[in-house]
């Protein structure tokens, strides 16, 4: 009985032991990183927030981790970095890959293809030129850095909804990613949807609250601004994410003339329109081929503009019919289907302003 005494005594004193001594270990380790590249220096976690100074490369002092931010001590005060290439707390090189890239077995486009990496953070292993050896979400592998990875955004507007459990399954099937538009009464009557857009991988995008030409354009221009920002909350409320990119309903033209798009600036804001229009709205189900056709001559025509490939479709049965073969067509002329990423922002407006 004595000895099974000692015995427990022992265990708790062996558990105490670690768990005093791990932690402090850790907390040694997680003090600093080095910083290869100069680094913007943002007001909060968010790429999309203001510029506070840029970074020289240099060993800094690490406070806190929100997702792939850092909060770290400058002269300037305390602020938040998102470095895209560092040696982490742990002594690991990481990288930020802001473009999609294939995911190879070996040092050679030859070799066979695991998967398409998304924007993420890597582990560098082993470089050669623009051939990294890296540890990524879809496992180890080589990626090619000079890779130009033909990619097209998908562009859901007008949900959450009754059909987005479906269109989820189907780009799930497919290994396609979206970007959804989301209006602020869908978000709170959709929630559980919503949430399963942004947890299967997709982007979520701010498509006003009244979605009503008249209450978002005849009053004050800062109209459309306000609406926007109370899609932002109720969306960081409902799934937890901080969003900026928006898209205003029925286009940017000829309604967001300069007083509208300079609020959208003061809120930081971006605005994306779209280069190919499904116009899927106008068909009924049984007319779902049109849909298909009519993303298919976009396509085309902006290769030839040499335009980001940024289609517009709605949450609508009849688009829930033509989206598999929609993506098939994509597929088949070697695009890849990502999100919207806020840390490599693309700028495709009706007005070309470059500051949305
Ligand atoms: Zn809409």
Not at 160 to 184: C, H, R, V
Not at 268 to 290: A, E, G, L
Not at 292 to 298: A, E, L, T
């Amino acid at each position: 009985m004595k000895l099974v005494r000692l015995g427990i005594f022992a265990l708790i004193f062996a558990l105490l032991f670690s768990i005093s001594f791990k932690p402090a270990e850790a907390a040694e380790k997680s003090r600093t990183i080095y910083l290869y590249h100069k680094t913007p220096l943002y007001k909060s976690n968010s790429t999309a927030s203001a510029r506070i100074a840029t970074l020289a490369p240099q060993t800094i002092s690490v406070f806190s981790k929100y997702g792939d931010f850092y909060k770290v001590r400058t002269s300037k005060g305390r602020y938040w970095i998102h470095p895209s290439d560092f040696k982490d707390e742990y002594g690991r090189h990481r990288i930020y890959i802001a473009t999609s890239l294939s995911l190879y077995t070996a040092q050679s486009s030859n070799s066979e293809k695991k998967a398409v990496i998304e924007p993420q953070y890597i582990t560098v292993l082993a470089a050669s030129k623009s051939w990294l050896k890296v540890e990524s979400t879809k496992g180890t592998g080589w990626v090619n850095l000079a890779e130009k990875l033909k990619v097209a955004y998908l562009t859901i507007d007008d949900g959450p909804s009754k059909y987005t459990g479906q269109i989820l399954d189907i780009l799930k099937k497919k290994n396609a990613k979206a970007t959804f538009f989301a209006i602020e009464p869908n978000i709170r009557a959709y929630k559980t949807n919503m949430i399963r857009v942004n947890r299967e991988g997709h982007y979520i995008g701010l498509h006003s609250v009244s979605h009503n030409a008249t209450k978002l354009y005849k009053g004050s221009s800062q109209n459309v601004a306000r609406e926007m920002e109370i899609t932002r909350k109720t969306l960081r409320s409902v799934v937890g994410v901080n969003h900026y990119l928006t898209r205003v309903p029925y286009g940017s033209k000829p309604y967001m003339t300069k007083s509208f798009r300079d609020w959208l600036v003061k809120y930081n804001f971006k605005m994306w329109d779209w280069t190919i229009d499904s116009n899927d709205w106008r068909y009924s189900t049984s007319q779902y081929t049109t849909i298909i056709r009519n993303v298919k001559s976009g396509v085309l025509a902006v290769e030839k503009q040499k335009e980001p490939i940024i289609i517009l479709v709605h949450e609508r049965p009849q688009t829930v019919k033509a989206l598999p073969q929609i993506i098939d067509y994509l597929k088949a002329r070697g695009y890849t289907l990502v999100t919207y990423n806020p840390s490599h922002h693309v700028v495709s407006n009706f007005w070309n302003d470059g500051r949305l």
